[in-house]
């Protein structure tokens, strides 16, 4: 719980649909958090009309070795 992973920099985002890009976009940049409250690489957010269920799962092509942890500050 708690570990910080992000998808690493060289993961390649071209031929996921453009909503899914976009979360592996941002996924590159901020990273997210684990929580060990649901299925394995399961990628949670807050429901919302505009986005599209069926681009975003896409995501679930992403393989775990695509992102790396990042060390917490001292």
Do not use: C, H
Request: a positive charge.
């Amino acid at each position: 719980m708690g570990l910080r992973l992000r998808l690493k920099a060289s993961f390649r985002t071209t031929g996921y649909p453009r909503q899914a890009r976009i979360i592996l976009e941002a996924l590159k940049r901020y990273g997210m958090l684990v929580a060990d409250n649901g299925s394995d690489w399961f990628i949670t957010g807050a429901p919302d009309p505009r986005w599209s269920n069926e681009q975003l799962r896409a995501l679930k092509r992403v393989p775990g070795s695509a992102f790396e942890v990042i060390a917490p500050r001292p």
